[in-house]
């Protein structure tokens, strides 16, 4: 069974550095097939695309985020991190890590697997 | 604002059937698959629908999606309280601005 859990600090101060990681178990993020996601979801509101990265390091971000956004990985440790500079209150929100599935003409099985999700809250 | 529209809440009773809709464009629906999750707060968004309209290993068969033009349909049928959650679509959106897309979401309560 794929899991993933999400970690980092809960609490930001505007202008710096929000960081997370995603670990995943039961799966390989080196063994390629899948891409790995970061979704956020501010409060009371609906789901955000973050950006995704491969194994291989290639990415796709957010048009909306993408001069704030990094989004890495480490095969070693069998985690993908998110990072998100110059923070401000709008940022505060879950921060969702998930599991995509690559399209074919043939279909998309979405993003199967996600993490709980960890609250980030930007305030001083 | 969401790229997919979705309606805020729809309700019904225990055992009814009930229908989520997700509208968008030409851009997104109308040409990409198109995918349904389940949240309930706290926990791990799930995988319901994918394809338009598959299962994925584990969800019953009271849950259904279809697509038409550039809109989706979640069904959910014999309505049971832990279904009670919030439901979103997703896709992908080929437009300038590109990359996954999801509805707003729609609150389902089993009244």
């Known amino acids: 069974q794929v899991q993933l859990q999400e970690s980092g600090p809960g609490l930001v101060k505007p202008s710096q550095t929000l960081s997370l990681t995603c670990t995943v178990s039961g799966d390989s993020i080196s063994s390629g097939g899948y891409y790995w996601s970061w979704v956020r979801q501010h409060p009371g509101k609906g789901l955000e695309w973050i950006g995704y990265?491969?194994?291989?390091?290639?990415?796709s971000y957010n048009l909306s985020l993408k001069s704030r956004v990094t989004i890495s990985v480490d095969t070693s440790k069998n985690q993908f991190s998110l990072s998100l500079n110059s923070v401000t209150a709008a940022d505060t929100a879950v921060y969702f890590c998930?599991?995509?599935?690559?399209?074919?003409?043939?279909?998309?099985?979405?993003?199967?697997?996600w993490g709980q999700g960890a609250l980030v809250t930007v305030s001083s | 604002q969401s790229v997919l529209t979705q309606p805020p809440s729809v309700s019904a009773a225990p055992g009814q059937k009930v229908t989520i809709s997700c509208s968008g464009s030409t851009s997104n629906i109308g040409n990409n698959y198109v995918c349904w999750y389940q949240h309930l707060p706290g926990t791990a968004p799930k995988l319901l629908i994918y394809d338009n309209n598959q299962r994925p290993s584990g969800i019953p068969d009271r849950f259904s999606g279809s697509k038409s033009g550039t809109s989706a349909t979640l069904g959910i049928t014999g309505l049971q309280t832990g279904d009670e959650a919030d439901y979103y679509c997703?896709?992908?959106?080929?437009?300038?601005?590109?990359?996954?897309?999801f509805g707003g979401g729609t609150k389902l309560t089993v009244l």
């Open positions: 990265i491969y194994y291989s390091g290639s990415t």
């Open positions: 998930a599991r995509v599935a690559p399209r074919s003409p043939s279909g998309w099985r979405g993003f199967d697997y």
């Open positions: 997703g896709t992908r959106d080929d437009s300038l601005a590109g990359g996954e897309v």
